[in-house]
């Protein structure tokens, strides 16, 4: 099956700071989602960006297909932003609906 | 505009038993799809719903079982609990097909004891 890995595992900022987190893909894809998952365990969409740049607020987006790689970008980090930051892809081709996810980016923002 | 919704959202079972769980899809959306998240790690596919018939699956057991109902809603089923399916269950709802945006319930947290 198609493989995702997130990079880094786990980062630290300080309040203000930027970030970026990165997600590989082993696969080509018609899907890739990038959630935010708070202490509860929900799972909120940031965005779904299977190609192209998007940007929402502070946050924003950028998966180059081609090169099988996705990029989120953090700017002006607050101690909400603090979670657990997950990249899921759908490969393409076939029956297949899925979503396979990476391990995630544990982020802690201190004030 | 509801979004995804699941219950319950904690349970406790003993080694053995059964348990069901629910989720009503977003509304306007046709398909639902099940994940198992254990701690510290990424959800993983369990099986997807459309058009009440089980469409696709992950590598889980047959002790894994679901439904979908004419209204959309679905149900997964657990039998013969194992310690190891303490996780969280989530629910996706999406529009038919593998490209569109899956949006996810607030999960049921399952602990067999």
Redesign the interface.
């Known amino acids: 099956g198609i493989q995702v890995e997130q990079s880094p595992p786990d980062l630290i900022l300080q309040e203000g700071a930027n970030s970026t987190l990165r997600c590989n893909f082993s696969d080509s894809v018609n899907n890739l989602q990038w959630f935010h998952q708070n202490p509860w365990g929900q799972l909120i969409n940031l965005f779904y960006i299977p190609s192209g740049t998007k940007q929402n607020g502070r946050l924003s987006a950028t998966t180059v297909a081609t090169e099988r790689y996705s990029l989120l970008y953090i700017s002006s980090s607050q101690t909400t932003d603090s979670g657990v930051y997950f990249c899921a892809v759908a490969r393409s081709g076939g029956s297949n609906y899925k979503l396979t996810f990476g391990k995630g980016t544990l982020l802690t923002v201190n004030p | 505009d509801a979004g995804v919704t699941q219950s319950p959202t904690h349970l406790i079972k003993t080694r053995g038993q059964q348990v069901t769980l629910r989720c009503s899809p977003k509304s306007g959306h046709d398909?639902v799809?099940w994940?198992q998240?254990a701690l510290g790690?990424?959800?993983?596919?369990i099986f997807?719903y459309y058009e009440e018939e089980e469409?696709?699956r992950?590598n889980f057991p047959d002790r894994f079982s679901g439904h979908q109902f004419p209204n959309y809603s679905s149900e997964l089923n657990v039998n013969a609990l194992l310690l190891g399916d303490s996780a969280?269950y989530?629910c996706?709802s999406s529009l038919n097909?593998?490209?569109?945006?899956?949006?996810?319930g607030?999960?049921t947290?399952l602990t067999v004891t």
């Open positions: 398909t799809s994940y998240q790690q990424g959800p993983q596919f997807q469409r696709q992950g969280l989530l996706a097909g593998g490209t569109y945006e899956q949006y996810f607030p999960g947290r």
